[in-house]
């Protein structure tokens, strides 16, 4: 059993920086597809950026170039820094782990971009 625990979220003004924080387990973390999404009320979850167990990275087209995704695989953590945030980044973000073509979930925490 995968589990994942987010942390870092926060009200933060337009323009400000959030460092969003996973901490996950099991055996073989390392070898692990991570990722993050986010949810607004009533809307469908959307991805936002994921990391390969090798380092290999993606994001959606409309968090390139201000958020980036990282991991320690020692720490067991994944991590989602964010940049230059703008009021529709506001939604629960989520992280994920893919194992076995298996998704699993953390329970959310809640970002907020608002003057």
């Known amino acids: 059993q995968v589990q994942l625990v987010e942390s870092g979220g926060g009200l933060v003004q337009p323009g400000g920086s959030l460092r969003l924080s996973c901490q996950g387990s099991g055996r073989i973390f390392s070898a692990y597809a991570l990722g993050w999404y986010r949810q607004v009320p009533g809307k469908e979850r959307e991805w936002v950026a994921r990391?390969?167990?090798?380092?290999?990275?993606n994001y959606d087209d409309s968090v390139k170039g201000r958020f980036t995704i990282s991991r320690n695989n020692a720490a067991k953590m994944v991590y989602l820094q964010m940049d230059s945030l703008k009021p529709e980044d506001t939604a629960v973000y989520y992280c994920?782990?893919?194992?076995?073509?298996?998704?699993?979930w953390g329970q959310g925490t809640q970002v907020t971009v608002s003057s």
């Open positions: 994920y782990a893919v194992i076995g073509g298996t998704p699993y």
């Open positions: 990391i390969s167990s090798n380092g290999g990275t």
